[in-house]
């Protein structure tokens, strides 16, 4: 079974720095994977997902993961974190029939000034 | 362009009372329709998903329902609402072909909670 691990439940950043919010995964079959963020209150927003062609991914609001897959990892990151940035954000991995999503538990980040 | 639409978006509701939250999509055929809740401290489940009218797959076995009366309609139920069905509840869409790369769209959801 598809599975995504997130490492850390919060991750605290200062107005500037670098975001890393980590993500693994396990799969059966060649992984395809997704980040999402979410808002307090609101529902989920797609950031961007990995779809093979490239391993390098840009997606909005400056984010960009890179898949290595010698890693089994999707992580996320931002060069500068702006305070617009504090949501949760949640790694996922299609199922092997690839009719659902599995999501990890999310990863809060916190900005501070 | 397709928009998804949930309500109520905040219920409060007594234990044992039923529970009846409805999903509506517009601009697209035959979607795959899914239900999730989020409750603190447990990340998104995924409650049922459906590939088309009638077709209800449950992931978790538990006091809920779901429903999918009309194409782009997906219903979630309950009989007799227990304290933990308290949470958040997330409606989602996605496109028919079921390639890996498509992507979930979510509603705005909806906040239960149950006294």
């Known amino acids: 079974a598809q599975s995504v691990t997130q490492l850390g439940s919060h991750v605290s950043v200062s107005e500037g720095a670098l975001v890393l919010l980590r993500c693994n995964y396990s799969?059966?079959?060649?992984?395809?994977l997704f980040w999402y963020v979410q808002y307090p209150n609101q529902g989920l927003q797609l950031l961007l997902k990995?779809?093979?062609?490239?391993?390098l991914v840009k997606g909005i609001n400056g984010f960009e993961a890179e898949f290595k897959k010698s890693e089994t990892s999707f992580h996320l990151t931002k060069p500068s974190a702006h305070m617009s940035d504090a949501a949760e954000y949640f790694c996922?991995?299609?199922?092997?029939?690839?009719?659902?999503?599995?999501f990890g538990k999310g990863t809060m980040l916190l900005v501070s000034p | 362009s397709q928009t998804i639409h949930q309500w109520p978006a905040t219920l409060v509701q007594p234990v044992g009372s039923p529970l009846s939250l409805e999903c509506t999509v517009e601009?697209?055929?035959?979607?795959?329709l899914y239900w999730y809740r989020q409750a603190a401290g447990r990340g998104l489940q995924l409650l049922f998903y459906?590939?088309?009218?009638?077709?209800i797959s449950s992931e978790v076995p538990q006091n809920l329902s779901a429903s999918r009366p009309q194409d782009r309609q997906f219903i979630l139920s309950s009989k007799k609402l227990l304290l933990s069905d308290s949470g958040f509840y997330l409606c989602?869409?996605?496109?028919?072909?079921?390639?890996?790369?498509?992507?979930?769209?979510f509603g705005p959801g909806t906040r239960l909670t149950v006294l």
């Open positions: 989602a869409w996605r496109a028919p072909t079921s390639q890996p790369t498509d992507t979930q769209y």
């Open positions: 799969s059966s079959v060649p992984p395809y």
């Open positions: 990995y779809t093979s062609a490239a391993t």
């Open positions: 996922a991995v299609s199922d092997s029939g690839y009719s659902t999503l599995t």
């Open positions: 601009g697209t055929s035959n979607p795959n």
């Open positions: 459906s590939v088309g009218i009638g077709q």
